[in-house]
């Protein structure tokens, strides 16, 4: 056995020389991890990792860009708010003047009403009692030819001198009439 | 059994204590294979190492094409635990030392070191292979190298020949007269030593753990007779504790690598030496 052993340490004096062999081996061992890992598997993984940052990064992004917006959200709520009430108080005013308004225009439209309703009233007794007077001197004087005549006698047919004769009278009685009104 | 003692283990020998038989102690047989495919002296050869160091890099892509292949923004269960290993190294060793402007650049490379060496280290204790791939020279040498040649024209390129051969030698006017003695050891100890012991100091763990580990396994083994079984008790709970210790070492003989690199490359890239 220890002869063998001698032997076997003869062969191999010295471990730190390399055999050729193993060298070439151990390089193409490691040129094939070395390959694979660089041109394939580490780029395939840091884009992953890139990716995965760019995601997270993204996120805190995406978070940060919605409370931004929540926020001007939110403030464009309240100024909305503020401006609607601003807007009903506006209204409230508003309606309420055009009340008051409305009510004076009514109340003077009424007024004007009443005035013109009374004015034609007015107007129409006038015209009534114009049209009742004109109508009854016709009839009176008319009615006091015919009693004229019967009392006198005598036909008054001769028109025109008929009707001078009667205006002038009624012309007279119109006189006294408006002087006892004056008088009045 | 074979009668080759590069494939002798303790397990096959059946030589315990009080049977006058010798103890198998492990040495540098211990990390010689007969090639499983070729002929050791013609140079064209495959052995176990070689085998673990292929399977060990298919692992490593395997773990990491099933992590990362379609990786989703919202990770499982595996593209997390990849995801923590990548950030680890990214964050914890390039940008930790280079900075994260210009350790951009070397991430790949910096994390497929990482894992590739983390792995070769893990065979150790990986039932049935049990034999960590960076305990043969060649594998860390490799590396350191790769790391090397990385580093030198990463030097000259960002400083030109002589900003280049300061940057090296790290001259410093202040010295006076020690100067040239203070280049002579500096240019020996950067250009030289540096990816000598870089390599090494990898092999050198491996080695040595595996070493360790064989040795209170063929003990426990070995011890098993007689009174000897109580210590081969002993000797098998230094197993698994040293198991454990490795599992450690591994690990971290992985970072230390790998943050060395990045050491050697912020130093290429750095102003002032």
Redesign the interface.
């Known amino acids: 056995m220890s002869q063998l052993l001698t032997v076997a340490a003869e062969e191999m004096e010295n471990p730190l020389i390399p055999p050729i062999p193993e060298l070439v081996i151990g390089l193409i061992a490691f040129v094939i991890v070395f390959g694979f890992l660089a041109k394939k598997l580490l780029p395939n993984i840091n884009k992953v990792l890139e990716q995965r940052r760019e995601a997270i990064e993204g996120g805190i992004e995406k978070a940060e860009a919605a409370q931004t917006e929540a926020q001007s959200v939110l403030e464009q709520y309240k100024a909305q708010l503020a401006e609607a009430r601003h807007e009903a108080a506006r209204l409230r005013q508003e309606a309420q003047e055009q009340g008051a308004t409305l009510i004076a225009e009514m109340r003077a439209e009424g007024q004007r009403q009443r005035e013109e309703i009374v004015a034609a009233g007015h107007a129409q007794i006038e015209a009534d009692r114009k049209a009742a007077a004109s109508a009854l001197r016709q009839d009176v004087g008319q009615l006091a030819t015919e009693l004229a005549g019967k009392l006198v006698g005598e036909s008054l047919q001769d028109h025109a001198r008929q009707s001078r004769t009667i205006d002038r009278f009624l012309d007279g009685l119109d006189d006294s009439a408006s002087k006892a009104e004056a008088t009045r | 059994m074979s ?4 494939q ?1 283990l303790a397990f096959e ?1 059946d ?1 315990h204590i009080f049977d006058g038989c ?1 103890f ?1 102690a492990p ?3 211990s ?2 294979f007969e090639p499983l495919v070729g002929d050791a002296d013609s ?3 495959f052995n176990k ?2 085998l673990l ?2 399977l ?3 692992i ?2 395997g773990f ?2 099933a ?7 919202v990770p499982g269960k595996l ?1 997390m635990v ?2 923590a290993g ?1 950030d680890f190294i990214r964050r914890g060793v390039v940008y930790e030392t280079i900075g994260r402007k210009e350790g951009e650049k070397y ?3 910096v ?3 990482f ?2 060496i983390w792995m070769m280290n893990l065979w150790s204790i990986i039932p049935v292979a049990q034999f960590p791939v960076t305990s ?4 860390p ?3 350191a190298l ?1 790391v090397y040649v990385l580093w030198v024209s990463l030097t000259f390129k960002r400083h030109g020949f002589v900003g280049a051969f300061k940057n090296i030698s790290g001259y410093d006017k202040s010295l006076g007269p020690v100067l040239p003695l203070a280049m002579f050891i500096e240019l020996l100890s950067n250009l030289l030593v540096r990816p000598f012991t870089h390599a ?1 100091r990898l ?1 050198a763990n491996m ?1 040595a753990g595996h070493t360790l580990l064989l040795l209170f396994t063929i003990a426990s083994w070995y011890l098993l007779n007689g009174i000897g079984i109580a210590y081969a008790g002993v000797s098998f709970v230094m197993v698994i504790v040293m198991t454990a210790f490795e599992l450690f070492i591994q690990a971290l003989q992985a970072y230390v690598f790998v943050l060395l690199t990045c050491t050697f490359i912020q130093g290429a890239l750095a102003e002032h030496h």
Do not use: N
């Open positions: 009668a080759d003692p590069t002798v020998t030589c010798g198998p040495g540098l047989h990390f010689l140079s064209v050869y190492t070689m160091a292929l060990g890099s298919v490593v892509v990491f094409w992590a990362f292949r379609k990786p989703k923004v593209q990849a995801e990548y991430v790949p490379l994390v497929s070191l894992f590739f043969i020279i060649a594998y040498a490799v590396l790769i090494v092999f080695f």
